[in-house]
């Protein structure tokens, strides 16, 4: 069993920045691929981005330029910089993993955190 746990949400001016962090409670972190998604209110849950041990990345096209997932093997933690924030990126964020390979599809995650919200204001 895996455990996520996101922090870094808030409130945010449209243009500016905020960085979310997802710990996992395992021992082996870097075998797993960790997983960006979010939620608007009224939609469903989408792909943001995702990363695996070794450098393999992928990007929703809608964040692409403007959001950098990396993470932290020693501190068991994946990140989620986001700069030049939209309107359209306000949801819940959250964080996923899976064994090894990435994906964009959340039913392809096995372990999820409890998310953190993430507003962006005009």
């Known amino acids: 069993q895996v455990q996520l746990v996101e922090s870094g949400g808030g409130l945010v001016q449209a243009g500016g920045s905020l960085r979310l962090s997802c710990a996992a409670s395992?021992?082996?972190?870097?075998?797993?691929?960790m997983g960006w998604f979010r939620q608007a209110p009224g939609k469903d849950r989408e792909f943001v981005a995702a990363?695996?041990?070794?450098?393999?990345?992928d990007y929703a096209e809608a964040v692409k330029g403007r959001f950098t997932i990396s993470r932290d093997n020693a501190k068991n933690t994946v990140y989620l910089q986001m700069n030049s924030l939209k309107l359209e990126d306000t949801a819940i964020y959250y964080c996923?993993?899976?064994?090894?390979?990435?994906?964009?599809?959340?039913?392809?995650?096995?372990?999820w955190g409890q998310g953190t919200r993430v507003t962006v204001s005009s």
């Open positions: 990363i695996r041990n070794g450098g393999a990345i």
């Open positions: 395992t021992r082996t972190f870097n075998m797993f691929a």
């Open positions: 996923a993993a899976r064994w090894w390979t990435i994906s964009t599809m959340t039913g392809e995650y096995a372990y």
